[in-house]
Structures are given as C-alpha cells and as structure tokens.
C-alpha cells in the first residue's frame, strides 16, 4: 500500500538547520511531483515547497524562500527537505505529500493525492 513516512523533526533553538526526509512505498515515486506543508496549532495547513517528478523545477512559500531547500532523489523514494536559520514561527507539523504528474507542480493542497502523517518541527527562541 501507498506510504509516506517523515522523519528528521524535533526540538531545536531559532539559527540551527534541520534536514526532514520522506520515504515513500507504494507507488511509482518518479511520475509524481512531491510537497511539503506544515500547520501549525490552531492554523490551517499551509504550503511549504514543492518539487517536480524530475527534480529540475521547485516553488516556495514566501516564508521559507531562501531558507528552505526542497530535493527529491528518486532512486530511494525519498524527497527531501533541508531547512536553515529556523525561526520560531516554523513551529509546526510537518507534512510530505504526493501527486500523480510529470506535467505541474502543485502547490495547493487539494491537488496532492497521497499523504504522510507528519514530524514535529518545534523551534524555540
């Protein structure tokens, strides 16, 4: 059956990187675009970066620009996410997902297909 596992969250202090990592089964990892959304308490699920099926296209939220890093290697079904100079307002669960294209790269999170359960990203100041 059809897996998204995240792994690589924790509690950390605001200046420091982490480095998330989804390991996908089930499906055939190179012909989907892979996400990656957080959500905080009391907050809808937002749009973190995404990537496309070849890894050559990626999109950001304003947020994270320039601090997030989306990557995907699709010899071991894994998508990646390295995130630096955390901030406080990172805090969230956070979430890979998956849609069947090798045409766009999604972004929204009614286009994604397949879901993981999340990692807890907590960041303190």
């Known amino acids: 059956q059809v897996q998204l596992v995240e792994s690589g969250g924790g509690l950390v202090q605001a200046g420091v990187s982490l480095r998330l990592s989804c390991a996908t089964s089930?499906?055939?990892?190179?012909?989907?675009?892979m996400g990656w959304f957080r959500q905080a308490p009391g907050k809808e699920r937002e749009f973190v970066a995404s990537?496309?099926?070849?890894?050559?296209?990626?999109y950001y939220a304003d947020s994270v620009k320039g601090r997030f890093a989306i990557s995907r290697d699709n010899a071991k079904n894994t998508v990646y996410l390295q995130m630096n100079s955390l901030k406080p307002e990172d805090t969230a669960v956070y979430y890979c997902?998956?849609?069947?294209?090798?045409?766009?790269?999604?972004?929204?999170?009614?286009?994604?297909?397949?879901w993981g359960r999340g990692t807890q990203v907590t960041v303190s100041s």
């Open positions: 997902a998956a849609k069947l294209t090798r045409v766009a790269t999604p972004t929204r999170t009614n286009e994604f297909d397949y």
């Open positions: 089930g499906f055939s990892f190179s012909s989907y675009a």
């Open positions: 990537i496309n099926w070849s890894g050559g296209r990626s």
